[in-house]
């Protein structure tokens, strides 16, 4: 079968927190899956348990059917980043990535061929102590990328990009799928995963509480509404009520309809000589849709551990 | 599911153990750091023993240089001898009649009074010798470092002796009463020449007291003498008339001028002596060539802080998860970073040890400065095994480092396990027997294989740390140190296996 990541009844306590319970989910081919959740809600732990950092008091972590103690040349299954600070100051970038390589039987070649796909050939050569967060990002990359694995798992790796690193970050994610890899990235901020996640794994305290594509989950959130632009907002709003839909203000010349379609919407105001200047189906955002799913499990946000609890 | 998975083009590396040491040995060399503290190792342990050499002064005590035995060791040679010679085989027989102290010290336990067979009175000859001494029965002894021992005849009571030539073997005897004959021992001398030196001998170790008190221990003493009786001399053989005198005397250790002397009354033999016939020890006023090298313990403590860093510094970063998940099995991850840290510290420090022995050396005798000579094997095993403490102790920290995962507390127990006894032992903070009882258990134990001269049960000094004995012996020592490296190590592969990264 397809190296993926799969994942199955995930316990883990660390000692009165429950970490991860019962967490199960499958990452698939092709396509990036996000994997969010409000800070604390498990994420970290359980990428650390999918490359066996971390035991899990239950359950299994497998990637490409096998536990990752048993892999052989494991960086050519999977390319982590779990923590991109997590480098020796005093050594140069280009270094970090050789010391890997030669653990993997890699050369030097194919060092130089990944600091140029992160896009860090001119920073590679200097100590890594002095680079930037959104060039430590990089060298994340660069780094989980060296063994040109099927499978990637990035912890938060939008931290510290400026735009254009979130626009490229974007852009290498998109094809690094559309090569037919698993990519799984994690982030407690929706609209970062906006444009390049194509499925959500969607966690809170610990446990599953979503696994969808994105399409059906903005479809959800959208509903059938309709938004209305109006200089005679009042009159519309009682022309349609009438008309038997609900009705919601949103702005001083916008209206929420639900309960009639944008035909029947444009016929009814017609009618009324009632004047608008667009009548459009209203399309949530990927925030929105997460803030609709996550709006009962939000309460926790404040008491959460830190993600970071150790 | 209709998308195939990726694959990569690339071929795949070879991820075995040698890789897994190829990363290690890439990630030591790449913080100019962790280079600059290995060559600060070597140097600090080079600039300290030449500090120790130059500060030293000493005065040569028993010349400059001394008598060697045949072995190549130095020795000490200076006893009354009243001889003549005797050209091939044959046997000297004699009664020993009494054995006595001087009047100042009394009778030293290892006062001697005998009968002896020396290839020539040059200090240093060979020579095989039966005798009466003061303490410890009745002994036959050769070569200065051969002891053998008889009946425990007191030397208040007269006792036969007889020593027996045939060809290179000669064999010691003794006898109460002359008639019945034990033999004590055999020995072959190799290149005695045919026409030897036979006769009665008479000499008398320095005495020396020590007073233990805390803070460590001191001792007093000076040359004694011993005066014999002999009667019923007989020598079978071509011999030749008595002669009177001394080896080794003047100049000659230990020897007291003028302190020798002999009377013959009819077939009675009074002799006076004083001196030695023994392997020279260390000891105060004595250099050996292992203090060529007192600048090892502090290039130790850059060692240690090196082995500590190389896995406390990837805890502190966080890259040890980088390294785990690199390389899954736990185990093997320390092992390659045991070989590549042992295997660098120990070439490091095998060149500052023979950088700082040969110029501790050249210095030494530019002075003047007088060390007693060993063996070259012995050299070699000073100069390796300085080298194998320190990467042996360099990896038993890399063990403390990765079971407590703190750099400053790694380094603390490390250095308290083995510099601490070492020093405290060594500079005689401590009395003798707790000295001892810590080179004994701790990994400070693997200092012993720098001792150079072994410790003799046939002399008296003062076998202490501080005058360069240890209570093991020096592989033994050393493996003291491998077996709490090996523990630690065992213990570290089981506690990185068990704890989450």
Known sequence: MDATIEVAGLRKRFGSTQALDGLTFTVSPGQVTGFVGPNGAGKSTTMR??????????????????????????????????????????????????WLAHSQGLGARRVDDVIEQAGLATAAGRKAGGYSLGMRQRLGIAAALLGDPPVLMLDEPFNGLDPEGIVWMRGLLRSLA?????????????????????????????????????????????????????????????????????????????????????????????????????????????EEAYMELTRDTVEFRGSAQPEQSR | MTITGYRSPLPVGDDGFPSQVRAEWTKFRTVRGWVVGLLTAAVVTV????????????????????????????????????????????????????????????LEPWAKAGLIVKASTAQGSAYAAVMLTGGHGVRMQWDYIHDKAGSTSPPASPRWLRLTRSGATLTGSESADGAHWTAIGTSRLAGLPSTVQVGMFVTSPDHVETAVHFGGSSSIGGPSSATAGFDQVGVQGQGGPWTGGLVGGGGGPAARPGSSSFHQAGGTFTISGSGDIAPAVGGLGTNTVDRSLVGAFAGLMVMIVLGAMFITAEYRRGLIRTTLTASPRRGRVLAAKALVLGGIAFVAALAASALAFWLVGGLRRSKGDYSLPVSTLTEMRVVVGTAGILAVTAVLALAVGSILRRSAGAVTAVVVLTVLPYILAVASVLPAAPAQWLLRVTPAAAFAIQQSIPEYPQVSTLYTPANGYFPLAPWLGFGVLCAWTAAALALAVVLLRRRDA
């Open chain 1, 178 to 286: 559309a090569q037919g890899r698993a990519v799984l990235v994690s982030s407690h901020l929706m609209s970062e995963l906006q444009d390049s996640a194509t499925h959500l794994v969607v966690i809170g305290r610990g446990r599953l509480v979503a696994d969808t594509s994105v399409a059906d989950l903005v479809a959800a959130a959208s509903g059938d509404r309709v938004a209305l632009r109006t200089s005679a907002r009042t009159e519309a709003m009682g022309v349609l009520a009438h008309a038997g839909a609900t009705v919601a203000a949103t702005g001083p010349d916008t209206v929420t309809v639900s309960g009639l379609d944008s035909s029947s919407i444009v016929v009814l105001l017609g009618e009324s000589a009632v004047p608008f200047s667009e009548v459009s189906a209203h399309r949530a955002t990927l």
């Open chain 2, 47 to 106: 600039l300290v023993s030449l500090l120790g050499a130059t500060g030293s002064g000493r005065s040569c005590r028993h010349g400059c240089t001394g008598p060697v035995g045949p072995g190549g060791e130095a020795v000490v040679d200076a006893f009354s001898f009243v001889h003549q010679p005797l050209t091939g085989d044959g046997s000297i027989t004699v009664r020993v009649t009494s054995l006595k102290g001087g009047t100042d010290t009394g």
């Open chain 1, 49 to 98: 348990a999918i490359v066996g950092l971390d035991a899990v008091d239950e359950g299994t972590a497998l990637v490409g059917g096998q536990p990752y103690q048993s892999l052989r040349h494991p960086l050519s299954q999977v390319g982590a980043l779990l923590d991109a600070a997590a480098l020796q100051p005093s050594r140069t970038g280009r270094n970090h990535l050789l």
